[in-house]
Structure formats: C-alpha cells, structure tokens
C-alpha cells in the first residue's frame, strides 16, 4: 500500500538514446550494442576511470532510457534477493515529469537545441505521464547564449529554465562535470546569467558540497531568479571511499557531514533557493550496493539518508523542499519504488500538508507547471 495517495510530480528525470542521438558513447553502443558484456569491457578501457567511478555501471548508461523505460521502473516491484519483504508494487502515481538536461553530445553551434527538439516529441502519454516541463543547457560565457537560449524557447512553451553543471572536486579521483572550479562566481558565466535572470526562467544548480557556497552567492547577487539545488549538493565519498583521498576514514565522512550542514543552512537563507532531495543514491556518494549487484530497500536507504533529509528540512522548511527520483542515474543502487517508498517514509512524519508540498506543489510552483 503506497504511502502517498495522490498523483505526484517526478522533477528530475533524464532520457538518452545513444542509437539515435548526439551520445559520448554513439559510436560504441552501434558497434557493440548486442554484445553488452564485450561493450561493458571496452567502455571502462576507454572511459575515464573518474566517470566510470561515477556512472558505477556502465549497462543502464550505455542502453537507451526513454518514456517506457520509465513507466517500466516506475510499475516495477523490483525483487531482488533477500529483500523481497521490502520491495512491493510501488502503486505511486506520477502525473508529470520535468526533464533535465543530460550531457546532449552536441555542443556545437547552437547544437544543445537538439536536446530540447528531441525531448518535447518523445511519447509520454503514451504511458500515462505528462512531459510537464523541460530544463536545457546552456554555455553562459557564449558569445551566442542569447541566441541560443532564444531558440530553446522557440522550440516548446514546455521549457521553464536551465542547467549548467559546475560540479568540480578537489579530488582528480572525482569525475569533474566542469573544467572550473569555481563556475557560478565566474566573470564570464555572470555575464551571461545576467541575461538569463531577464527571462524570468528558474535555474537548476548542480555542485558538489564543497562548492554550496558559490551557490549561496549567486542566489544572493540575483534574488530574484528562482533556482534550486540539485541533489542536495551531493556530499562526494558521505557514505565510504570515493575518488583517491574522498571518505576514506569515519572522520573525514564526519567532517563532510558537519561542512555540508554548516554550508547548506547559509544557502537556506536566500529565500529564492529551493533544494531537491534527488540523487542521493548515486555512487558518487560512496554508495557501493552496485558492486554486488544489490539494490538498497527502502529501509536502507531511512537509515542511511534520513540526517540529510532531517537537516534539509529544517532549514530549508518543507515549503522549499522537492522531491525528484535523477532516475536512471540512482538506478544502480536502488529501484524506483524502494526510492519514492524511502522518501515517503522520510517526509510522512511531517503530515499530510508536507507530504503534498514536497511530492507535489513544490515542484508545481517553481517550475511554473499547470
């Protein structure tokens, strides 16, 4: 029996076809795609081994995810081994979901615009869910930003913000999305986000937590642009090793817990910031139920996420919290059900008024969604 009651708003979720779009991996997934075991073998020779680290397996990244494949983890009761007393049909209805970007290969030119092309047409009904939104890309220190973030909008009425990914650590160990360590304080990118703050449009900002307060600055420096944090700034090596040095011993998981607690109430103040509880099973995080091909029950994931739920919270109060699954980039270490039953466990100690906000009417209103 499901905990929540209502249709909800999944905020956070990506599609891919490496068959048939701009991939990193096109190339490979055309000619190996029916050996995956061979496929699996080259990628991780070829891939970076930081971003193999980060993807935990290469399977579900390598095959296409489009709208079935959700509705399928999304109906899934995904048993697996001994926790089948944990994992029951999920019976979780979502209503609408929001896609953000994922890496479009085609960076070229006013290529990123493809992604948001390609998205607005992909069969959602079909499956009983709505497309309620799109977030694109963006190079904001572009000469062509305007542009291009001018013909994003002409593609769709659907698209209600942007991304760009600034998640750099001090680790090399760490897969870096970007080349700067500090992006969002950058001349080049403020220039351009003074553009984008005319818009209207909201920001998704994702960082690692060492990097939360240059998300504190850009909130303060544009109050009025509405972003959130993506992943509750996603603490590297939280929960075991990560990368060369990252959560190697309890002490140093300790002190990225306190630093992360510290730096995430300071970015609470900025009243125009939201946060979304999304990504936290990722293997970035130094989860490792992957490597054994297990998938963390819901009662896993309570023990293991709810310090970080019970402090997002808190501060940020359940009126700027939002739920979101990142699926499939959670996908290998949890199922889609275990992860909305974990989350509704979390919250439902709240009450009923909170359980819709952060499954529901938060999202609705950030993302400007009918």
């Given at each position: 029996?499901?905990?929540i009651?209502?249709?909800i708003?999944?905020?956070?979720?990506?599609q891919?076809?490496?068959?048939?779009?701009?991939?990193?991996?096109?190339l490979?997934?055309?000619?190996?795609?029916k050996d995956?075991?061979?496929?699996?073998?080259?990628?991780?020779?070829?891939?970076?081994?930081?971003l193999v680290n980060?993807?935990?397996?290469?399977?579900?990244a390598?095959?296409?995810?489009?709208?079935?494949?959700y509705?399928a983890?999304?109906?899934?009761a995904?048993?697996?081994g001994?926790?089948?007393?944990?994992?029951?049909?999920?019976g979780?209805?979502?209503?609408q979901v929001?896609?953000i970007?994922?890496?479009?290969?085609?960076h070229k030119?006013?290529?990123?615009v493809?992604?948001t092309r390609?998205?607005?047409?992909?069969p959602?009904?079909?499956?009983?869910?709505?497309?309620?939104g799109i977030?694109?890309?963006?190079?904001?220190?572009?000469?062509r930003f305007?542009k291009?973030l001018?013909l994003h909008?002409?593609q769709t009425?659907l698209?209600?913000?942007?991304?760009?990914m600034a998640?750099?650590h001090?680790?090399?160990g760490?897969h870096?999305?970007?080349?700067e360590?500090?992006l969002y304080?950058?001349r080049?990118f403020?220039?351009?986000?003074?553009q984008f703050?005319?818009?209207g449009?909201?920001?998704d900002?994702?960082?690692?937590?060492s990097?939360?307060?240059?998300?504190?600055?850009?909130?303060r420096r544009?109050?009025?642009?509405p972003?959130?944090?993506?992943?509750l700034?996603?603490?590297?090596g939280?929960?075991?090793p990560?990368?060369?040095?990252?959560g190697?011993t309890?002490a140093?998981?300790?002190d990225?817990?306190?630093r992360?607690q510290?730096d995430?109430?300071?970015?609470?103040?900025?009243?125009?910031v939201?946060?979304?509880?999304?990504?936290?099973?990722?293997?970035?995080?130094?989860?490792?139920f992957y490597?054994n091909?297990e998938?963390?029950?819901a009662?896993q994931m309570v023990?293991?996420?709810?310090?970080?739920?019970?402090?997002?919270?808190a501060?940020?109060?359940?009126?700027r919290?939002?739920y979101?699954?990142?699926f499939p980039m959670?996908k290998?270490?949890?199922?889609?059900?275990?992860?909305?039953e974990?989350?509704?466990?979390m919250i439902?100690?709240?009450g009923?008024?909170?359980?819709?906000a952060?499954?529901?009417?938060?999202?609705?209103?950030?993302?400007r969604?009918?």
């Amino acid at each position: 029996m499901s905990l929540i009651n209502f249709p909800i708003v999944d905020p956070h979720i990506h599609q891919w076809d490496p068959y048939h779009t701009p991939h990193r991996a096109a190339l490979l997934v055309r000619l190996l795609g029916k050996d995956p075991q061979l496929m699996d073998q080259v990628a991780r020779k070829a891939m970076a081994k930081p971003l193999v680290n980060s993807l935990g397996l290469t399977d579900y990244a390598l095959a296409p995810y489009l709208p079935a494949d959700y509705a399928a983890d999304l109906d899934n009761a995904g048993l697996a081994g001994d926790q089948l007393s944990d994992q029951q049909q999920s019976g979780y209805q979502v209503e609408q979901v929001v896609h953000i970007e994922a890496s479009w290969h085609d960076h070229k030119g006013t290529g990123v615009v493809g992604e948001t092309r390609w998205v607005k047409q992909l069969p959602f009904e079909q499956h009983g869910i709505r497309l309620g939104g799109i977030v694109a890309t963006a190079e904001f220190s572009d000469h062509r930003f305007k542009k291009i973030l001018e013909l994003h909008q002409a593609q769709t009425p659907l698209l209600c913000g942007l991304r760009r990914m600034a998640s750099h650590h001090p680790d090399w160990g760490v897969h870096q999305w970007s080349d700067e360590a500090h992006l969002y304080t950058s001349r080049k990118f403020l220039t351009g986000f003074e553009q984008f703050a005319k818009t209207g449009l909201s920001f998704d900002a994702w960082v690692y937590s060492s990097q939360i307060p240059d998300v504190t600055q850009l909130g303060r420096r544009f109050p009025e642009t509405p972003i959130v944090l993506d992943h509750l700034a996603t603490p590297v090596g939280l929960f075991g090793p990560v990368g060369n040095h990252t959560g190697v011993t309890h002490a140093a998981r300790q002190d990225i817990f306190a630093r992360w607690q510290d730096d995430i109430a300071q970015l609470a103040e900025q009243p125009n910031v939201y946060a979304k509880i999304s990504g936290l099973m990722m293997p970035v995080l130094g989860h490792a139920f992957y490597k054994n091909r297990e998938l963390a029950s819901a009662s896993q994931m309570v023990d293991l996420l709810s310090p970080l739920i019970e402090h997002a919270i808190a501060v940020f109060g359940v009126e700027r919290i939002i739920y979101a699954s990142n699926f499939p980039m959670d996908k290998v270490n949890t199922s889609l059900s275990n992860l909305m039953e974990a989350y509704a466990r979390m919250i439902q100690p709240y009450g009923d008024a909170a359980m819709h906000a952060i499954f529901r009417d938060n999202a609705k209103r950030f993302y400007r969604l009918d």
